[in-house]
């Protein structure tokens, strides 16, 4: 497993931006995917984005894509979610979360996850 540490949230205006990392620890952070996760008061934890280890395939939940880009860089062992035109729905808790599995979507295929970085996005 990997020891995950988010960082980056805070409080925006509609239109913003903001940059989540993900910092992790251990030398095989390359061989995990790496997703993003996020949890508003009420809801279930929702999936927001993934990237894979080595060749790093990306994928985005609809209501995200072409605003939101997920990157990592396995040098800083650190994983990164670029948020822009942001949105009052995307208010939530941000959670990375680290993966040697296959399934991109359900929560319970990631072992390791953060303790979360709150986003605000007021309108």
């Known amino acids: 497993q990997v020891q995950l540490v988010e960082s980056g949230g805070g409080l925006v205006q509609a239109g913003g931006s903001l940059r989540l990392s993900c910092a992790a620890s251990?030398?095989?952070?390359?061989?995990?995917?790496i997703a993003w996760f996020r949890q508003s008061p009420g809801k279930e934890r929702a999936f927001v984005a993934r990237?894979?280890?080595?060749?790093?395939?990306?994928y985005y939940t609809d209501s995200v894509k072409g605003r939101f880009t997920i990157s990592r860089d396995n040098v800083k062992n650190t994983a990164y979610l670029q948020m822009t035109g942001l949105k009052p729905e995307d208010t939530a808790v941000y959670y990375c979360?680290?993966?040697?599995?296959?399934?991109?979507?359900?929560?319970?295929?990631?072992?390791?996850w953060g303790q979360g970085t709150q986003v605000t996005v007021s309108s």
């Open positions: 990237i894979g280890g080595g060749v790093g395939r990306t």
């Open positions: 251990g030398r095989t952070f390359s061989s995990y995917a």
């Open positions: 979360a680290a993966s040697s599995g296959v399934m991109i979507y359900s929560d319970r295929s990631y072992d390791s």
